[in-house]
């Protein structure tokens, strides 16, 4: 339950897009590389996140409350 509520959040704070090359199109990576083993999971790949407009200080401020708090 936590990891949805740490994946919500992060959908909640950002934009996340496909990284672009040097030619400006975007990095999509192939939908079979996986690593192989008991846990398959994607291979690491690039990708870009962006935080939304106006939630930035949002985020900030909570980041910077909660560590004031916790230390």
């Known amino acids: 339950r936590s990891l949805y509520i740490l ?25 079979y590389d996986y690593v192989a083993g008991f846990n398959v999971q994607p291979k690491p790949f690039p990708f870009e996140l962006k935080p939304r407009a106006g939630r930035q200080d949002i ?8 560590w004031e708090t916790e230390g």
């Open 59 to 66: 985020v900030e401020e909570v980041h910077r409350s909660v």
């Open 7 to 31: 994946i919500s959040r992060i959908a909640w704070a950002c934009d996340i897009a496909y990284q672009k090359d040097a030619h400006g199109e975007d990095m999509i990576p192939p939908s």
